[in-house]
């Protein structure tokens, strides 16, 4: 428990961008109709993947504006 203490002021700032990076991503697939690849379900599973879905997301399936 004393490990988590000390850990904590580290892994604050950790949880909040990897909160904040997959509520932006899922705020993101649910509002458009069109992906370069893959369908809605597809992305919407891997925004909850931690932060690889969520980057995977914008890197490959956001489509292009």
């Given amino acids: ?12 700032p950790l949880i909040f961008s990897e909160l ?3 509520g932006f991503s ?3 697939v649910l509002t ?3 992906y370069r690849h893959g369908n809605r379900l597809l992305w919407v599973l ?3 993947v931690s932060f690889i879905g969520p980057i995977l ?5 956001r489509e292009e504006t």
């Fill in 57 to 61: 997301y914008f890197l490959l399936g």
């Fill in 32 to 34: 458009h109709e069109k």
């Fill in 20 to 22: 904040a990076l997959m």
């Fill in 26 to 28: 899922l705020y993101h």
């Fill in 1 to 12: 428990m004393d490990e988590l203490m000390e850990m904590l002021p580290f892994l604050i």
């Fill in 46 to 48: 891997l925004s909850f």
